[in-house]
């Protein structure tokens, strides 16, 4: 039997008749377009056949292409469609359950799950699947507890939503299809080009299509960076790798040293030790559990990626640890797709988020990849997708590349402050002093401030848009370049952050 909920993962088979049956033709109407690159095409005009109907402004005329059906992608797609735009959104896989079959908890704060309250429907089916749980209880390496962090106080801010990211994937793609989204499978996107008119990309070596933007979010490999820095760079190893595991509670509940993790419902643990942060939790009302921990690795970057993981190397990592730890582990099936071994890699902070003509712009983990330890990275590519939908609204067709620089300015300080929340947890988890943590035990909690999680992407994107955009303009009046980031451009993020700093992991 499968380890992961199938069931819930696999797109029935009437899907992909529905879009097959429903995807429109591509033509080439635009005839200036034509004239300039006859094999180049644009998305169809038609709209897509909607399953449902949902609230949505009026046709903006902008043509969005985005890249990825990753998280971000999805949220940016749903956006951009609220705000009246024409939305094509292009993913590799040909099969969308080769996205949504694999993987383990992914997690989305209040800042990103606000945005999933405005898609009709999605919110009561988070619920059904997210973990059941407003707390951590955190422990050292041998066991002993050392303090519990709440997260009550959250509540007030919206909702913290822990779940299998294969399921929730699938619930959030299934909202896309449903709105009637143009999804085009099976398309992996080559090379991305642009004019002063037009962003483009090319799909499968072959065909070739253009929008008024294109928005990348295909991760920390993107072909868009080519584009945006002008040279390709190659992801570097951090130094870290994550195991990451995720299966039944039946060989959970059966173990008397592990079993409380699952017998009371669902529960959340962490344990710290030296180079090792140990996450673990059950979800389902306790029907399922879900494990993380980081190990030190030296592999070559580009050997490989993600692989099968294995339970005998997994817990060579884990000498001395507290039996839970370690029974946990070796109660994990091995070799039936339920363990992975990631590699966390790092790049150097981008100098910008968007291609020199500004018709291409990055999101997500191809803007700004996050540590597992900032908990934000799946929230900050959904709040990329709604700022930049919202800065279309409002610029406008006629002002495309204005709205997408204004994008870059809005995101830029508060997505690097938010990274680094991540680096800040992981130093002190993995440096960890035990003398002084025993003194101030609520120093191993995670960082969860109010100015990040009391966020609504959208209406920030309101109000601030306008004062950005005239601050771009009386740039440009005064010959001033406005790529890239100029601090005085940025819409600041409270408490501010060093953009001086050299690496962002």
Same mark, same amino acid.
């Given at each position: 039997?499968?380890?992961?909920?199938?069931?819930?993962?696999?797109?029935?088979?009437?899907?992909?008749?529905?879009?097959?049956?429903?995807?429109?033709?591509?033509?080439?109407?635009?005839?200036?377009?034509?004239?300039?690159?006859?094999?180049?095409?644009?998305?169809?005009?038609?709209?897509?056949?909607?399953?449902?109907?949902?609230?949505?402004?009026?046709?903006?005329?902008?043509?969005?292409?985005?890249? &990825?059906?990753?998280?971000?992608?999805?949220?940016?797609?749903?956006?951009?469609?609220?705000?009246?735009?024409?939305?094509?959104?292009?993913?590799?896989?040909?099969?969308?359950?080769?996205?949504?079959?694999?993987?383990?908890?992914?997690?989305?704060?209040?800042?990103?799950?606000?945005?999933?309250?405005?898609?009709?429907?999605?919110?009561?089916?988070?619920?059904?699947?997210?973990?059941?749980?407003?707390?951590?209880?955190?422990?050292?390496?041998?066991?002993?507890?050392?303090?519990?962090?709440?997260?009550?106080?959250?509540?007030?801010?919206?909702?913290?939503?822990?779940?299998?990211?294969?399921?929730?994937?699938?619930?959030?793609?299934?909202?896309?299809?449903?709105?009637?989204?143009?999804?085009?499978?099976?398309?992996?996107?080559?090379?991305?080009?642009?004019?002063?008119?037009?962003?483009?990309?090319?799909?499968?070596?072959?065909?070739?299509?253009?929008?008024?933007?294109? *928005?990348?979010?295909?991760?920390?490999?993107?072909?868009?960076?080519? *584009?945006?820095? &002008?040279?390709?760079?190659?992801?570097?190893?951090?130094?870290?790798?994550?195991?990451?595991?995720?299966?039944?509670?039946?060989?959970?509940?059966?173990?008397?040293?592990?079993?409380?993790?699952?017998?009371?419902?669902?529960?959340?643990?962490?344990?710290? &030790?030296?180079?090792?942060?140990? /996450?673990?939790?059950?979800?389902?009302?306790?029907?399922?559990?879900?494990?993380?921990?980081?190990?030190?690795?030296?592999?070559?970057?580009?050997?490989?990626?993600?692989?099968?993981?294995?339970?005998?190397?997994?817990?060579?990592?884990?000498?001395?640890?507290?039996?839970?730890?370690?029974?946990?582990?070796?109660?994990?099936?091995?070799?039936?797709?339920?363990?992975?071994?990631?590699?966390?890699?790092?790049?150097?902070?981008?100098?910008?988020?968007?291609?020199?003509?500004?018709?291409?712009? /990055?999101?997500?983990?191809?803007?700004?990849?996050?540590?597992?330890?900032?908990?934000?990275?799946?929230?900050?590519?959904?709040?990329?997708?709604?700022?930049?939908?919202?800065?279309?609204?409002?610029?406008?067709?006629?002002?495309?590349?204005?709205?997408?620089?204004?994008?870059?300015?809005?995101?830029?300080?508060?997505?690097?402050?938010?990274?680094?929340?991540?680096?800040?947890?992981?130093?002190?988890?993995?440096?960890?002093?035990?003398?002084?943590?025993?003194?101030?035990?609520?120093?191993?909690?995670?960082?969860?401030?109010?100015?990040? /999680?009391?966020?609504?992407?959208?209406?920030?994107?309101?109000?601030?848009?306008?004062?950005?955009?005239?601050?771009?303009?009386?740039?440009?009046?005064?010959?001033?370049?406005?790529?890239?980031?100029?601090?005085?451009?940025?819409?600041?993020?409270?408490? &501010?952050?060093?953009?001086?700093?050299?690496?962002?992991?």
């Amino acid at each position: 039997m499968s380890c992961l909920r199938t069931s819930c993962l696999l797109m029935p088979d009437h899907f992909n008749d529905i879009l097959l049956g429903f995807a429109p033709r591509l033509d080439g109407n635009n005839q200036q377009q034509k004239r300039k690159r006859t094999e180049t095409k644009m998305p169809s005009t038609k709209p897509h056949r909607r399953l449902k109907e949902f609230p949505r402004l009026a046709p903006s005329g902008v043509r969005v292409i985005v890249v &990825g059906a990753g998280f971000g992608g999805l949220a940016a797609a749903i956006e951009c469609d609220r705000k009246g735009h024409q939305v094509t959104l292009f993913e590799k896989a040909a099969d969308i359950a080769e996205v949504q079959r694999a993987g383990d908890i992914i997690s989305f704060d209040p800042n990103g799950s606000v945005a999933f309250e405005r898609w009709p429907g999605v919110v009561p089916e988070l619920r059904k699947i997210m973990r059941d749980t407003d707390y951590l209880d955190l422990f050292d390496w041998e066991g002993r507890f050392v303090t519990r962090q709440s997260f009550k106080r959250e509540n007030e801010w919206g909702l913290r939503i822990n779940g299998h990211r294969g399921v929730i994937h699938s619930i959030i793609y299934n909202h896309a299809v449903e709105r009637g989204i143009d999804i085009r499978l099976g398309s992996r996107v080559t090379d991305y080009f642009e004019d002063d008119e037009v962003g483009g990309i090319v799909v499968n070596g072959e065909e070739r299509f253009t929008a008024d933007v294109v *928005i990348s979010s295909e991760g920390v490999r993107s072909r868009g960076r080519k *584009i945006v820095l &002008g040279f390709e760079d190659n992801p570097q190893s951090s130094g870290y790798a994550v195991y990451r595991a995720w299966f039944p509670a039946d060989r959970v509940a059966n173990n008397a040293t592990i079993r409380h993790l699952c017998v009371n419902g669902d529960t959340h643990l962490g344990y710290i &030790g030296k180079d090792i942060h140990f /996450l673990a939790s059950s979800i389902a009302s306790g029907t399922e559990v879900n494990w993380v921990f980081t190990h030190i690795d030296d592999g070559n970057i580009e050997e490989s990626w993600q692989f099968p993981g294995k339970v005998s190397e997994a817990l060579s990592y884990l000498e001395g640890w507290c039996p839970f730890v370690r029974e946990l582990v070796a109660a994990t099936p091995d070799g039936a797709g339920c363990l992975i071994d990631h590699k966390l890699v790092y790049r150097d902070p981008l100098p910008t988020f968007i291609s020199p003509k500004a018709r291409i712009a /990055l999101i997500g983990d191809a803007a700004h990849p996050f540590l597992p330890t900032s908990i934000q990275g799946a929230s900050q590519s959904i709040e990329d997708g709604t700022t930049m939908a919202v800065c279309l609204e409002i610029g406008g067709r006629d002002n495309v590349t204005e709205a997408v620089r204004t994008y870059e300015k809005i995101r830029y300080e508060r997505v690097h402050k938010a990274q680094a929340t991540g680096v800040s947890t992981r130093e002190r988890w993995h440096k960890a002093n035990w003398d002084d943590i025993r003194k101030n035990p609520e120093s191993l909690h995670l960082v969860r401030e109010e100015w990040l /999680l009391k966020f609504n992407a959208e209406e920030h994107a309101y109000e601030v848009y306008h004062e950005v955009a005239e601050k771009l303009r009386a740039e440009r009046e005064k010959g001033v370049s406005v790529n890239g980031i100029d601090v005085a451009v940025v819409a600041t993020a409270e408490g &501010g952050v060093n953009l001086e700093d050299k690496k962002v992991v």
